[in-house]
C-alpha cells in the first residue's frame, strides 16, 4: 500500500512539473479570453511579394452593444475584417496578438480563402504554414477567389451577408450538390501538393454583381436595395506544379463532373428556346479504354452510359416512350461536347484531373511504366473520342398516365 | 487511499471478556451487575432444601413461554427431588422445550443471557441449561426504503438476524442452503451469519469469507461500516467492495448465483461478496423488465457513469486548453456566457462542485420536511443569483447539474461516492494538463481497478481475467439467460 502511496504521489508531482512544460502540454488559454475567427484569407501584396493574412472576427462595438442590449445578439452581429501585412503568415500571426486584448486563435477557422494572385504565385508558402500551425484544423475548407483578392472578397462579403461564414457554408452546399464531388480541405491540398505532379482541383467563389445575370439563376430580395453583389461559386482552378493556372467554364465543369461519375442537372433548349427539358442525370458510368497500334498508344476511347430523369418540360406535354428518345439523344449531344471541352482542357494544362492517367496505369501497368514520363505529353495531342448512351427513365405526363 | 486517517487508528484494546469463576448464578450475577433488567427467579423444591435460579433479561425474554413452559413444569416436579434428579431431568427432556442447550461454562452462560436466553443454574452441581425463548423488540417486516422496485417482492429486512434468516429460507427452499454462525465483537458480541448454498458457492471463496470473520479484531461490530473495514481486502480503497441489500430478493437471487450472503444480528441489510465492479450498476428492476429495455437502461447508467466522472473534467480541458475541440457556435456561446464571470473555469467548476457537496450533504442531514427548502434555496440561490451576479457562468451550472444527474443514476450510492471523489481527483489533473491530464488520471483510475481483487476475485471481472469471457452476460448489457445456458427469462 505504502508503494502505491508514494507511485501517486510521484504521479501528481510528473503532473504537475509536466504542467509546465509547452512543448507536451497545450498553453493554458481560458477560452473567454481568445479571439475566434471562422474564417480567414491569404494573400500576397503587389510588388512587394510580402504575404498578407486576413481574419473575419465580430465587430467589438457591435458587439459589447449587443452584449448589453438583448439576449439576441447574434441576428444583428456585424463582422469585419482584420488584414496583416507581413514578411511570413506566422509573423502576421504573431503581430496580430498585440491588436486586440484577446489572444487570436486559428482552431476555429472552417473556411480559407486563397487570392487569385496568391494562388497564381504558389500555394507552398500558405499551406506550409497551414500544416504546421498547431490550432488549425486539417477539415478546413479551402476556396480560390477568382478575379479578385481574399482580402477584398471578405471585405465585400462581410458587407453583403450577416455572417460571412454562413455564407460560405451555403457555397460549400452549393457545390456539392450541383457540380462537385464534395468540399477540399486543407489535408486534400496538402495531398495534393506532395503528390509527384503537384495539380489537381481547388473550388473557386467568386463576388457577381446580379445585373450581370452570368449565371443560369437570378436571385432578387426585395430588401436590398441598389447594387447587390453576390457570393457564388465558380467551379473549380486548376492547379499545376503547386500553382494556379486556369479555372473551369461551365461546360468544362459538366464534362469534369460527367467523367468523374458526379451528378449532374442539365437543361435542354429546343426549338430556339421555346422548349425547355430539365434533365437529372443521377446515375453515370464511365469506361475508359485505350487503343493500341503494336506498343503505341493511338487513341482514347470514352464510352459513357447516362441514366436520368427528366425534371420538368416547360410545356408540360406527355412524353410517352417514343418521344423520350429524341431528348435521349439530345442529352448525349449536349453531354458529348462537355467532356470533350474538359478533355481539351485537360490536355492543354497537362493536369489528369480526368483520371485518364490513373485509369492507364491501372489498366495497362507495364505499358505505363515504359512510358510514364512522356504521358502527358503524348496524351496532350491524342485524340480522344466520346461515345455517350443516355437513358431517360419513365416519366409521367400531366394530362395522361404513361403505359409501359 | 483517501481514508488515510483509518490506517493509525487502532482499535482500542478492551479486555477479552474471560470470566473465570465457577458456573454458578452467583458468579452470573456478579458479572451482570446491579441491572435492574436482570430477571433472577429462584425455584424451590418441596422442603425448600434444593434452589435453582433462572435468570433472564427483561425485554429479550418471552416471559409466558418461561413462566408456562419452563418454571411452572420445574416447580411441578420438583418435589422430594434433589437438584441433580432436577438437572438430570431437565437435561433428559422432562422439561420440554425445543431449544434447550447444555451450558459448559460461565462465559457461555452471559453471552447466553445477553442474547435473550434464560439459563436455569443448578449452583451445586455447578451446571446450567439455557433455554432460548427470545422476545426480541424487532419492527415489523416492512417495504426497502431505498431499493423500491415496480414488479417484484416488497418485503426488507429488518434488525433481527433470525427474522432475516427466516425470510431467507422462506424464499429459498432448498436443502442445500447452509447457514453458518459467527459471533464476532470483543465487548458487544454480535452474532452473524453467512448464508451460502452448498454445491453453487466455490468452497474458496467460504474458505477466506470464514477466514475474514474469524479474524475481525473489533470491541463490537453494532455499524455496517465496521463489518465492511474488517471485510475489505483492500482496506483504504475508494471503491466498495461489499455489496448491500436491504431487499430478500436480491439477496436470494445472488445467493443462487453463487455469492455468499452475511447477516448480522442489528443491522437491516445483507452483505453479499464478493461485490465486483459490474454488480454495482445492477438494479433489482433490471430482471423483472424485459431484457432489451433493461439492457438500454443498463448502458445508459455505464455511460451516466463516464458522464459523472470525466464530464467536469472535459469541460476544463476544452475550454482551457483544446477550444479547438468544440463546435465554433458552442465555443462563441460560452465565451459570450463568460462575459463578466471573474474566475477561470476549473475555478468555477471547483466552486460549484463544493456547493454542489454542499447542498447534498444538508439535505441529507436535514428533516425530510425542510430538506425540500435546502433543494429550493440551492436551486435559486446557486442556480440563478449567482448566475445573475456573474459569479459564475450559466454553461458551468449546466455541466455541474447534468454531472450531478448522472451520478445518482448509478444505483448504489457507495460507488456513486466513490465517482464524486475521483471526479474532484480528474478536475485537479485537467487543470494542470488538459486532456493529457484526464488521459492520465483515467489511466491511473483503470489501474487502481484492474489491479484490486475482492475476496481473491478480479475486481473489474468479468471485463478482465477469464478472457473477457461472459463479458456481456449480465454488465453492461443483460441479455436473456438462455443465451448463456441460464433456463428462465
Known sequence: ?404 | MFNLWQIDRKVKELPQITIKGKLTSDKAKEVLGDSNDVLVKDIYTGNKSVKIQAIGIDGLIDSDVIDNYVLRPFTNIALNKTEKDLYEMCKNGVIYHISQKEIKDINEAVENILQGNTVVFFDHLEKAVSFDAKNLPARSITEPENESVLKGAKDAFIESIRVNTGLVRKKLKTPMLRLESFTVGKEAVTKLNIVYIEGVTDEDLLNKVREKIKNIDMNDLISAGKFEICMKDYKYSLFPQLLFTERVEKFCANICDGKVGVLIDGLPIAYLLPGVFSTYFQAPEDYSQNYVLSSGIRLLRYICFIITLVLPALYIAITMFHHEMMPTDLAISIIESKEGVPFDTAVEIVIMLVAFELLLEASLRLPKTIGSTISIIGGLIVGEAAVNAKFISPAVVVIIAFTGITGFVIPNQEMSNALRVCRIFLVICASLAGMFGISFGLLFILYYLCSIEVLGVPYMVPFVANGGKNMLKDTIIRLPRDLFGGKDD
Open chain 1, 1 to 404: 500500500m505504502i508503494k502505491r502511496i508514494y507511485f501517486f504521489i510521484y504521479l501528481v508531482i510528473f503532473i504537475v512539473f509536466l504542467s509546465w512544460s509547452e512543448k507536451i502540454i497545450p498553453t493554458r488559454n481560458e477560452i473567454s479570453e481568445l479571439q475566434l475567427s471562422r474564417v480567414a484569407g491569404f494573400d500576397v501584396e503587389e510588388p512587394s511579394k510580402k504575404v498578407q493574412f486576413s481574419l473575419v472576427v465580430d465587430s467589438e462595438k457591435e458587439k459589447s452593444k449587443n452584449a448589453s442590449s438583448d439576449q439576441n445578439s447574434n441576428s444583428g452581429k456585424k463582422e469585419n475584417v482584420i488584414t496583416v501585412t507581413s514578411d511570413t503568415f506566422a509573423m502576421c500571426l504573431q503581430g496580430l496578438q498585440g491588436y486586440r486584448e484577446k489572444t487570436f486563435t486559428t482552431g476555429h477557422i472552417k473556411n480559407i480563402l486563397i487570392g487569385e494572385n496568391a494562388a497564381k504565385n504558389g500555394l507552398v508558402e500558405e499551406f506550409d504554414f497551414a500544416a504546421r500551425n498547431y490550432d488549425l484544423r486539417f477539415d478546413t475548407n479551402v476556396y480560390v477567389t477568382k478575379d479578385t483578392s481574399a482580402k477584398d472578397f471578405l471585405i465585400t462579403g462581410t458587407k453583403e451577408v450577416s455572417s460571412l461564414n454562413a455564407g460560405i457554408e451555403n457555397l460549400s452546399t452549393t457545390l456539392r450538390g450541383a457540380s462537385a464531388p464534395g468540399d477540399y480541405k486543407v489535408v486534400d491540398i496538402l495531398k495534393m501538393l506532395t503528390s509527384e505532379q503537384k495539380s489537381g482541383l481547388i473550388p473557386a467563389v467568386e463576388l457577381v454583381k446580379e445585373e450581370e445575370e452570368k449565371k443560369e439563376w437570378r436571385i432578387e430580395n426585395s430588401e436590398e436595395k441598389g447594387e447587390s453583389v453576390r457570393m457564388e461559386v465558380a467551379g473549380y482552378g486548376i492547379i499545376k506544379d503547386a500553382k494556379l493556372i486556369s479555372f473551369f467554364s461551365e461546360e468544362e465543369l459538366h464534362g469534369y463532373n460527367t467523367v468523374n461519375e458526379n451528378y449532374i442537372n442539365l437543361m435542354l433548349t429546343l426549338k430556339n428556346g421555346e422548349e425547355k427539358v430539365g434533365i437529372d442525370i443521377s446515375d453515370i458510368k464511365v469506361k475508359k479504354n485505350f487503343v493500341f497500334s503494336k506498343d503505341k498508344l493511338e487513341e482514347v476511347k470514352l464510352e459513357i452510359e447516362l441514366v436520368g430523369d427528366i425534371t420538368e418540360v416547360s410545356d408540360g406535354k406527355n412524353l410517352l416512350k417514343e418521344g423520350l428518345s429524341f431528348y435521349e439523344q439530345k442529352t448525349s449531344e449536349m453531354v458529348t461536347n462537355y467532356v470533350l471541352d474538359a478533355v481539351k482542357k485537360s490536355q492543354e494544362t497537362d493536369v489528369d484531373f480526368l483520371k485518364i492517367k490513373q485509369s492507364f496505369r491501372m489498366q495497362h501497368p507495364y505499358r505505363y511504366e515504359k512510358m510514364k514520363d512522356d504521358f502527358e505529353k503524348e496524351f496532350s495531342t491524342l485524340p480522344v473520342t466520346v461515345d455517350v448512351q443516355t437513358t431517360i427513365n419513365k416519366t409521367y405526363g400531366m394530362f395522361s398516365v404513361v403505359e409501359e
